[in-house]
T-cell receptor
Framework: EAGVAQSPRYKIIEKRQSVAFWCNPI?????LYWYQQILGQGPKLLIQ????????DSQLPKDRFSAERLKGVDSTLKIQPAKLEDSAVYLC?????????????FGPGTRLTVT | SQQGEEDPQALSIQEGENATMNCSYK?????LQWYRQNSGRGLVHLIL?????REKHSGRLRVTLDTSKKSSSLLITASRAADTASYFC????????????FGKGTLLTVNP
């Protein structure tokens, strides 16, 4: 079974530039999550999708971050404009549909450095 | 905000020894999960314990949950160098729609 795919694996940008991350979840998984993990901390949920609908985006900085999940499969997370404090690893995870709880399957992450 | 708080922040042991990590949390939960993260395999789920369970085993892992103290422990027996990683507890609070909140993690180093 293929795992959660993410790209790119690394990205370096200057502040005020924009950046986008892509995620392809495990086939058949209806729920998709984006997390931000700052060095030395645990992952923090940014947004949760179920199919192509948003379940929770309470911790997403909506003035600069946006995310979409087209057709309930792939997802993209965008930051525009980036700030220095956005430097982090961005993790995508997926889990099966249904009333929880379920373990979450994580992708390898995208390491973003904002200079 | 981080719900779980792992203790200790870092732990260094010799191969073959047991490692115990603790997690404390603040609000009532539905479930608690433990995850491992290392550079090779990323973040991987280890074990899930429901709020009505007190103990669970999986291979060399033993997890306990004390909801009255809002705490959990993860025991790894007969540790191996390959167990070197960061370990995170993640809780989903009642009414949160199974949204996971992770702690800051314990960095475990197993010396060969």
């Amino acid at each position: 079974e293929a795992g959660v795919a993410q790209s790119p694996r690394y990205k370096i940008i200057e502040k005020r530039q924009s950046v986008a991350f892509w995620c392809n979840p495990i086939s058949g998984h209806a729920t998709l999550y984006w997390y931000q993990q700052i060095l030395g901390q645990g992952p923090k949920l940014l947004i949760q999708f179920q199919n192509n609908g948003v379940v929770d985006d309470s911790q997403l900085p909506k003035d600069r971050f946006s995310a979409e999940r087209l057709k309930g499969v792939d997802s993209t997370l965008k930051i525009q404009p980036a700030k220095l404090e956005d430097s982090a690893v961005y993790l995508c995870a997926s889990s099966p549909l249904g009333s929880g709880p379920y373990e979450q399957y994580f992708g390898p992450g995208t390491r973003l450095t904002v200079t | 905000s981080q719900q779980g708080e792992e203790d200790p922040q870092a732990l260094s042991i010799q191969e073959g020894e047991n490692a115990t990590m603790n997690c404390s949390y603040k609000t009532s939960i539905n479930n608690l999960q433990w995850y491992r993260q290392n550079s090779g395999r990323g973040l991987v789920h280890l074990i899930l314990i429901r709020s009505n369970e007190r103990e669970k085993h999986s291979g060399r892992l033993r997890v306990t949950l004390d909801t009255s103290k809002k705490s959990s422990s993860l025991l790894i027996t007969a540790s191996r160098a390959a167990d070197t990683a960061s370990y995170f507890c993640a809780t989903d609070a009642k009414g949160s729609n199974y949204k996971l909140t992770f702690g800051k993690g314990t960095l475990l180093t197993v010396n060969p």
